[in-house]
């Protein structure tokens, strides 16, 4: 019920946003993202536990806290210039600022190592994580960022955040049979993609 709550009443602060313009963006901004700080926070949580826990360890030792209130700094920037329509396009401005803010604490990261001469094994030991934005990674990225919009969101909510389809349906208001057709297509195309990209780079295509 409480999520259902949340949707509902940032559907309100958005179409407020739209209303009003820009004379009262500000404080309808502040309220939208006060309003939907537990979800984001569930966003936050969930994707740097599953695809950057390498940010959790020293020397970042970043906490989902303090991942939100980076997210939360992005989306007051981007909601002055742009207004989303709909809960799902806003959360899909959030998922995508979530993403660029891991992207470039992990990068930065990496760069420190680099310019303090610290010893990997030492600090950590970087595992095959989506944190480390190796060739595959950044190949695997790009593909999941041209899949068309519809797809990319339940990609993003039901195999990177760990929704289920249920709760990725609620998000997105749409139906659970909605959402596990829009998994298995953009699964297929993701499969479709990254394997023709692997025959070229292996030289199989003359």
């Not at 994707?47 to 939100?68: A, D, F, I, T, V």
């Not at 989306?75 to 470039?104: M, S, Y």
Request: contains cysteine; charged residues 25%.
């Amino acid at each position: 019920m409480a999520d259902h709550a949340t949707t509902r009443a940032v559907q309100l602060y958005l179409d407020e946003l739209a209303q009003d313009g820009s004379s009262a963006a500000a404080p309808v901004i502040q309220k939208l993202l006060e309003r939907s700080a537990g979800r984001l926070h569930l966003l936050c949580d969930s994707m740097l536990k599953r695809s950057y826990p390498r940010l959790m360890r020293p020397p970042l030792n970043l906490q989902s806290e303090e991942l939100l209130s980076g997210v939360m700094e992005r989306l007051l920037k981007a909601l002055q210039q742009i207004q989303p329509g709909t809960v799902r396009q806003f959360f899909a401005l959030a998922n995508r600022h979530l993403r660029w803010e891991l992207d470039d604490l992990a990068r930065r990261l990496d760069e420190q190592r680099i310019h303090t001469g610290l010893n990997v094994d030492v600090v950590a030991t970087p595992e095959s994580h989506g944190s480390e934005l190796s060739a595959d990674a950044r190949v695997i990225l790009e593909a999941i960022e041209n899949l068309p919009p519809e797809l990319q969101e339940v990609f993003d909510l039901v195999r990177i955040q760990g929704f289920t389809h249920a709760e990725a349906a609620n998000v997105l208001q749409v139906s659970t049979k909605t959402v596990q057709r829009r998994l298995a297509s953009s699964l297929m195309l993701l499969t479709k993609t990254l394997s023709e990209l692997r025959v070229r780079t292996d030289g199989g295509l003359s």
